[in-house]
């Protein structure tokens, strides 16, 4: 997937000396290992700032919010599909953008890398590499090995649109798509739980939160002008670490991606703590699927699963 | 619990039917039991997964929102887009840990003030028999 930065480039390049967009969002080297950051590329001269490895997990479609110039945004699979509910929310217009697909073969989890090592001993690691599909962590004390496949990143690893749904153009062939993953074998796990089990596995879940929102800054699906959090008149939700108020907040937060979200994993990523709060949003991406028939992202026709409604749509819990 | 342990439940009504109900119930001088707190609303598809969190976290042992039977719609698809949002909320409140019975959704017609009164009283009972609720409240607010 590395030798994918050419491609990015030349198309890059290309498009910025033709005019065709006034910038190309991707990704440049972070200052430390495995921690990329955004790029926006104005200049052909700035082309060789864009690289592409494993470790482009964030969510670009978060950057085109409200934007007014023409864009070549760089996307993997749930970028895209990011990309196109940008679209159907009338964030971003499909014409404004020129799509660098990139077919994903999933991102490579840092906390994974973390634990090859021994907890507790602050090694640090220097340098990522990737050859043959074997990861190769070099630290002072030596280098350690690792299957890629193993390390890839929770939600990476039960992927079902590696391949972007749009683009204008892609940098290499599709890759296979995962066949035959059980998405929501642990969602199903803790709906079996009876409540009591349930509310302490949340309350243990949160328990570390410290709500500082990277996960709601990080999704390209939190774009309203004063988020809820944020509200003081009335104040729905207590700013406090309480866990009441954490759980609030994880809740609400889960509830607005109804039916939105790609489960794209930024969230989690971003967690300064490495909290699981996509077992909150994966649980609403099931009953979307199961009571609506609804994934999101996928079309651009189609209009999201709480804008729409049936007449016969479920309702045996109502009386 | 102690003996004299009332359910306090807030209901949600929408203002052309449900709430009809109710008054219609109250001006024939049927019988329901007096543990719903109502809050009138102008349509079942106002309400917000924060009317209901914000109840419970403020003590509510029981929610209860209750609007128009689908197609009778006073704004004509309200209750419809409603109906999707509740059954994502109440699957997603459940999954993470309130009992099932705690949170109640009904369609009841401005006429059915029969109706009315027996699902009063199964939500009343269905409250009741799960005892205080202690989850999602917050212990230390100060309510002005």
Redesign the interface.
Known sequence: MSNYTDKIREISERLLKQGKVDMVIGFKKGTVPMMNEPCFVKKPEDISKLVWDSHCGINLANYLTDRKEKIGVIAKGCDSRNIVTHVIENKIKREQLFIIGVPCEGMIDRRKIASMFQTGSETEILSVAEQNGKIIVRTKDGEKTSERADLLQKNCALCVHRNPVIYDELVAEPVAEQKNIDRYADIRE??AMP????????DDLFSACIRCYACRNACPLCYCPTC?VDESRPQ???KST?P??T??FH??R??HC??RCTDCGSCERVCPVGINMRV?TR??EK??FE??GWEAGLSLEQRP??DV?K?N???D??? | MSANWEPKIVAFFCNWCTYGAADLAGVSRMQYPPNIRVIRIPCSGRMSPKFILSAFRNGADGVWVSGCHPGDCHYLEGNYYARRKFSLFKNLIEYMGIEPGRLHFSWISSAEATKFVEVVTGVTDAVRALGPHEKFVKTNVKVA
């Open positions: 803790i709906e409540p009591d089990q349930k509310w302490q596995y949340f809820f729905w939700v207590g309480d009441i108020d759980k609030t809740f609400l889960a509830y109804a039916g909150l649980k609403l009953d979307c009571s609506f699963p709480l409604y007449t749509d479920p309702e819990f109502i009386k």
